[in-house]
């Protein structure tokens, strides 16, 4: 089969109509339903690991309220007093128990990041050997009271650094706001 100059002509005008027609056909259609197909297969695997995560916290629900209850029961009171009281007889309790000499317990309140609780912010100056003051450290983070060690600080009381003196910034867990207090 020959061709002439102008069915040549015409076979090329139609080859480059069609490489035209699929260029606009690729920008205009095919490429916005790519990126369509894209953006919902990535919203499908978002929210498919969405309701993966949503049935292991219904499956952790009677766990996590058990642990809550835990939390609220092991609380500080209601009445502030009280509550320094606890956490300052713990501390002294604490101390005997590890033989660390206690120099300051210096309990504060202060306001919860929502009215629902309050924090009271207790620092502790101690001093002991290494051993005494790990003991001592211990027993606070063991403690059934809902206490959290803030910051630690070490420094040595001499040459050889067998005395240590440690400050110790704890902060307890209320659940109740802080009433009447700037």
């Known amino acids: 089969m020959t061709l002439t100059p102008q069915n ?3 076979v090329l005008m139609l080859a480059a109509g069609a490489g035209l027609l699929l260029l606009v056909a690729d920008s205009a259609i095919f490429g916005p339903l790519a990126a369509a ?3 919902r297969s ?3 695997a978002r929210l498919q690991k969405n309701v993966t995560e949503g049935r292991g916290i219904v499956e952790r629900a009677d766990r996590t309220r058990r642990v809550w209850a835990d939390m609220q029961a092991q609380a500080l009171p209601k009445d502030a007093a009280k509550s320094e009281q606890d956490l300052v007889s713990a ?3 604490w101390g005997r128990a ?4 206690l120099a300051s317990i210096k309990p504060q309140w202060k306001r919860g990041a929502n009215p629902r609780y309050s924090l009271l912010e207790c620092r502790v100056d101690a001093t002991g050997s290494l051993a005494t003051l790990m003991r001592f450290l211990h027993e606070v983070e063991r403690s059934p009271l809902a206490l959290r060690v803030d910051s630690v600080e070490l420094t040595a009381r001499d040459e050889s650094g067998a005395r240590l003196s440690l400050g110790l910034l704890v902060s307890g867990l209320r659940l109740s706001p802080l009433e009447g207090r700037p």
Not at 98 to 101: A, G, K, L, Q, R
């Open 37 to 39: 197909w894209n953006s």
């Open 98 to 101: 590890t033989n660390v000499e």
């Open 42 to 44: 990535a919203e499908i």
């Open 8 to 10: 040549r002509q015409k």
């Open 91 to 93: 501390f002294d309790r």
